[in-house]
Nanobody
Framework: QVRLVESGGGLVQAGGSLRLSCAAS????????MAWYRQAPGKQRDLVAV???????NYADSVKGRFTISRDNAKNTVFLQMNSLKTEDTAVYYC???????????????WGQGTQVTVSS
């Protein structure tokens, strides 16, 4: 079994910053990519940022220049530094990992439980 546990969400004023963390644990053979998605009320879940095992990154246009994704491969942890937050960034943020599970290296795609980020005006 593999678990992803997010932390760092909360309430912040527009223009402020938050840092999200997501730690993966369990019988992990290798983590390929890790990503952050977000889902606002009544909307679909959208990709925010992704980082490969080699450190390549990609961002949604709406967060480029404001958000930074990074990872600590030794600790199976991914971070999302969010600066210059806007009210439209309010959403539940979900961590996602594309990884190989167990000694058989079975590929799986797994999600965290989500963490609420609320940006007030």
């Amino acid at each position: 079994q593999v678990r992803l546990v997010e932390s760092g969400g909360g309430l912040v004023q527009a223009g402020g910053s938050l840092r999200l963390s997501c730690a993966a644990s369990g019988s992990i053979y290798r983590i390929n990519s890790m990503a952050w998605y977000r889902q606002a009320p009544g909307k679909q879940r959208d990709l925010v940022a992704v980082i490969t095992s080699g450190g390549s990154t990609n961002y949604a246009d709406s967060v480029k220049g404001r958000f930074t994704i990074s990872r600590d491969n030794a600790k199976n942890t991914v971070f999302l530094q969010m600066n210059s937050l806007k009210t439209e960034d309010t959403a539940v943020y979900y961590c996602n990992a594309d990884l190989l599970y167990g000694i058989s290296a079975t590929p799986i795609d797994t999600w965290g439980q989500g963490t609420q980020v609320t940006v007030s005006s």
